[in-house]
């Protein structure tokens, strides 16, 4: 409720306010046009006891000046200046701010109305639409501002502007922002969450994998489970892990950093990943990311440092243990076949027994690093190791 500070008659169009009223009204420029009740409060505390009471349309606030449309919602324009009295202006929920507010300008009435029809209860606050779909549409799902947002997954969320949470119990704000995912969230600008309970943020950032996690800017979390954060890297394996600048990680379980790539993102980087298994004998045997088949699958043209540390030990006797670094150089060209494995340094911490061993071979079936351990006959040695490579394309 603001003060008018002194009195008009039928015609004028422009009011003054009572100094700091203005700063209690909405700016029009801004929030749209809007209807207040100019009354006599004098006499009448309550507006709707005016029978002289007037509803006018603000089109512009300048200062403490009100510019209006008179006789608004069919009451006639009428004098404003009886000596004595004080006149004042009340923003009141009208019957056009009603049906302004059905009609979706400010969206804030619940249930199935019009063009924007909304979902079983569901309630849609935001201020503006461009497209009869951009609506709380889903059952139970709930829009808590901004403009041109769509909730349209059941128990979905959506606020700020352009987003679209169309996933089960999905929740989407920022600006343009989509999470179609089920129970998946998007948030930041341009962020995509598709998989199932995955998570975006961030710039331009996509979380495609289940559970996912994507964020920072331009970054991808394709593999389930996986987690890709820092600029331009790329978590494409389940289970992986990227950051920096540039890294992928194409493996299950990989680990890649980068701060920075050559030509390509991915052409300069670090990964590492651990190996595991058992023996129960003295033949050698491969052990792998998980058992029972994954590898150290190489890209082509790609050469690659590595160091790796591998320790063992038996399962009822851990003073049975062992511990062995090896370092090595391997480089695939074009295809599996092309796999080539330089003379590794190894270095033997330990070991309980002579016929405990570790080695790497080239693999060029199925173009990768392999890892071959050697326990002893009628022993359940169990081995895991952790490979550092430095890759370079």
Not at 123 to 128: A, I, K, R, V
Not at 241 to 265: N, P, Q, V
Not at 294 to 311: K, P, Q, S
Not at 330 to 347: M, N, P, W
Request: hydrophobic share 35%.
């Amino acid at each position: 409720m603001v003060e008018v500070k002194s009195g008009y008659d039928e015609l004028c169009t422009t009011i003054e306010l009572m100094d700091g009223e203005a700063a209690k009204l909405p700016d029009p420029k801004a929030e749209g046009y809007y209807n207040l009740v100019w009354f006599n409060y004098t006499d009448y505390k309550n507006p709707s006891d005016d029978p002289h009471r007037e509803i006018v349309r603000v089109t512009a606030l300048e200062g403490s000046l009100l510019k209006l449309r008179r006789g608004e919602e069919g009451i006639v324009a009428s004098t404003k200046n009886a000596p004595g009295r004080i006149y004042k202006l009340i923003l009141s929920f009208t019957k056009a701010a009603y049906e302004e507010l059905v009609n979706g300008r400010h969206g804030i009435i619940t249930g199935n109305t019009f063009g924007n029809e909304r979902g079983d209860d569901a309630t849609d606050f935001q201020f503006l639409r461009e497209s009869s779909t951009q609506v709380a549409s889903g059952e139970a799902s709930f829009i808590a501002s901004g403009s041109n947002n769509t909730a349209s997954g059941f128990c979905s969320f959506a606020s700020g502007s352009g987003n679209t949470a169309s996933g089960l119990g999905s929740h989407s704000e920022g600006r343009s922002n989509t999470s179609s995912g089920m129970s998946s969230h998007s948030e930041g600008y341009f962020t995509s969450a598709s998989g199932l309970s995955s998570h975006a943020e961030g710039q331009s950032c996509q979380a495609p994998g289940s559970s996912s996690h994507a964020e920072g800017f331009q970054t991808i979390s394709q593999g389930n489970y996986s987690h890709a954060e820092g600029t331009h890297t790329s978590a494409l394996g389940p289970y992986s892990h990227t950051e920096g600048l540039g890294a992928t990680a194409r493996l299950k379980g990989e680990h890649a950093f980068a701060s920075g790539y050559i030509t390509d993102y991915g052409d300069a980087q670090l990964s590492r990943l651990s190996l595991c298994g058992f023996t129960q004998d003295g033949i050698p045997s491969e052990i792998f990311i998980s058992p029972p088949s994954d590898r150290i699958v190489l890209e082509d043209n790609l050469a690659a440092g590595f160091c790796a540390r591998i320790t063992a030990h038996t399962s009822g006797n851990l003073a049975d243990a062992a511990f062995f670094e090896i370092k090595g150089l391997i480089t695939r060209g074009a295809g599996a076949s092309s796999v080539q494995l330089f003379t590794c340094l190894k270095t033997v911490i330990h070991k309980a027994s002579s016929s405990w061993d570790a080695n790497f071979a080239a693999d060029t079936v199925n173009g990768a690093l392999i890892l071959r351990v050697t326990g002893e006959t009628a022993k359940t040695v169990r081995w895991v190791s952790v490979v550092e490579m430095y890759k370079i394309r």
